[in-house]
């Protein structure tokens, strides 16, 4: 075999693996492309990302921060968002230019805003730099989440629906591996420098990284580049509550998100706080216990995408959901790193499951021409349910401390899970369709 015989054969194989196998084989080259290229954004995506998640409420601490003000910050960029989705929808629907949207917003101002979180100790402290650092992070929310709506709308486009199941699991395994890798490294780096500096170091890193998701992002070609927007599209208020009220099963999809969502975050902003402050766990700790969820997410990838496809992604959602409750009781019982390790590593089959078939499920229920639409008022209700739970849950950590936040998370996930399964009992959607239709 010749070498340009097997880099061909290597090429190609790699190409099959990075879509999910070879579904993709019909697929014009341009389609492929467009694969392979959201593919790489999503790698380094996540590889930027995992560093502000597991570490930015970590930074706010050594800052000085209180947990009420880390609970704050959360509660704030979540508004934030909410109030950025739906001016994102209407930007798509007026104008178009998906792509250019995304990268503006997400791709640079949302990513922006990390340099100057890593460069604000140099110029500002004591309670200043805290308040600041919390504004870039608003900051950072509302762009990320302009930009949202037309990502969701280019991303329904890019992934054809025969194989999307696949291909996310692939495109998913991939980022779980990176956030992997440097979720260990930066809690490494951090423990080492033993100082601000570390966090900083580590923050400017996930700018950098940001911009090479960024640069793969605009080596998209969107497939609806060229058609006409159109003109007759209004966005307001009453059209929100028409379009709410024609898709009753859309409706009750997002009442049941909304408990979900509420119930996730009055316990999970503060796991990372509750480890450093009642446990005495470092950074490296921390980022050990996030690997640990990392590693089972990452090992199931590739079969929920195989399960997505054939049991369709709301039946793996619902087993998943009755399942998510016995995560936030069991923190009651947790003494030790071990402990935490162990628990993680069941939460990562659980949420590497749930967050690869829910985006597959709302993209299943979005009509494709008000997908834009469709995902921003999703967004708002999951957006403000998130910064409603992480305010109920700042106020039950000054009243009566950790313990009840874990036991309100718990029964509102289980309330949740069986609105959820009421609405997988309650809806028909013929296979093929993009309309929601309730079983009569």
Known sequence: MTDSNFFTQLRTRMGIFIRGGDWSLSLSGTERQNLNNFWFDGLFSAASDTIPINYLSLYLLVLGATSSQVGLYTSLTNLAAA???????????????RKNITVLFGGHLARYMLLGLALLPFGLNGQILIWAVIFLSIIRSAAGNIAFPAWVSISGDIVPQAGRGRYFGSRSFAMVTASIVITYLIGEFITRIGSIRGYQAAIALSFIVGMISTYYFTCIKDPQANVPVKSGMSFSLSDIIKDLRSSPVFLFFCTASALWNFSVNVAGPFFNVYMVQNLKFTAAMVGITAVATNVTKMLIQKKVGELSDKWGPGVVQMITMFLMPLL??????????????LLNLFGGVLWGTFELVSFNFLLQLTPDDLRARYSAIFQVVVTVALAAGAAVGSGIILTWGYNLIFIVSA?????????????????????GSNSLQPVS
């Not at 029964?411 to 296979?431: E, M, Q, W």
């Open 83 to 97: 109030f950025c989705l739906l001016p994102g929808a209407l930007l798509v629907e007026k104008f178009g230019h």
């Open 328 to 341: 936030p009781l069991s923190w009651l019982f947790i003494t030790k790193l071990w402990h935490v390790v």
């Open 411 to 431: 029964v509102g996930r289980i309330i949740a899970s069986f609105l959820f399964f009421k609405l997988i009992r309650n809806i028909s959607r013929p296979k």
